[in-house]
């Protein structure tokens, strides 16, 4: 009676765990996917040209966190700034947002074809990829909003 038990426990487990994974959806969209996080700004991760796709599908402008993994700055954005409750409903509003690492994938071309010189620089793009406004370092929460909204008014 042993096995059959354990055969069940077994079967029953992992029919369980792929129920909760396969209808996750984030998994299949890959590194384009949006992860939706009430209380922070939702990133496109590392894709310049799904940010494109969808700025140009829904008009909106394109907030850009260019970032590289080592840097210091970066990390209290991302842990302070872009978790802040008022950001993230200003940015997830009115942006299609992008956070991507600028040595990795597209980031190297990117960084050459902007000119970027320093971690983090926060970029905002009109619909058709055109730098509108931009800004290096750190940013507090208050300051990342009048960023938004001067880009906006541009």
Request: net charge positive; proline share 4%.
């Amino acid at each position: 009676m042993k096995p059959s038990f354990f055969k069940l426990y077994f079967i029953l487990s992992i029919t369980l765990l792929l129920t909760l994974f396969a209808f996750d959806g984030k998994a299949q969209l890959g590194s384009k996917a949006v992860v939706k996080s009430p209380g922070q700004i939702n990133f496109i991760e590392n894709s310049w040209t799904e940010a494109l796709k969808r700025a140009a599908a829904q008009n909106k402008y394109i907030f850009v966190d260019a970032y590289a993994s080592w840097c210091g700055p970066c990390k209290m954005l991302k842990a302070t700034t872009f978790k802040n409750n008022k950001v993230a409903a200003f940015y997830n509003g009115n942006f299609i947002n992008v956070a991507i690492d600028m040595e990795k994938g597209q980031g190297p071309a990117l960084a050459a074809q902007w000119g970027l010189r320093v971690y983090p620089t926060l970029i905002i793009f009109n619909a058709k990829g055109k730098p509108v406004y931009g800004t290096e370092g750190f940013i507090k929460a208050d300051d990342l909003i009048k960023f938004g909204v001067q880009a906006l008014n541009k």
